[in-house]
Nanobody
Framework: QVQLVESGGGLVQAGGSLKLSCVVS????????MVWFRQAPGKEREFVAG????????RYADSVEGRFTISRDNAENTIYLHMNSLKPEDTGIYHC?????????????WGQGTQVSVSS
């Protein structure tokens, strides 16, 4: 069974940066496309960024394009989310998930999430 564990969240001032990590258990990590989602208080979970199995393709929500960068290290079974120029509206719980194929919108395994709080 695949398990995902996020880390790296915290409290940061607007304009600051954070780097989130998601470690995935199991020896089949390189076969998964991966995504980041976030959920703000009182709102639905929303897509943030996605990356293909070998990092050849990435995609981003319009709200984070140009500020966030998704990457992965298949040797370390880890994906990352580099977040720059953070805004208060980026506040939320950030979850990573496996995606059945890149861009399919089918997510099979989720992590528990890491809290990101951006103060104004």
């Amino acid at each position: 069974q695949v398990q995902l564990v996020e880390s790296g969240g915290g409290l940061v001032q607007a304009g600051g940066s954070l780097k989130l990590s998601c470690v995935v258990s199991g020896r089949t990590f390189s076969t998964y496309a991966m995504v980041w989602f976030r959920q703000a208080p009182g709102k639905e979970r929303e897509f943030v960024a996605g990356i293909s199995r070998r990092s050849l393709r990435t995609r981003y929500a319009d709200s984070v394009e140009g500020r966030f960068t998704i990457s992965r290290d298949n040797a370390e079974n880890t994906i990352y989310l580099h977040m720059n120029s953070l805004k208060p509206e980026d506040t939320g719980i950030y979850h990573c998930a496996t995606e059945r194929t890149y861009g399919s919108g089918q997510y099979d395994a989720w992590g528990q999430g890491t809290q990101v709080s951006v103060s104004s």
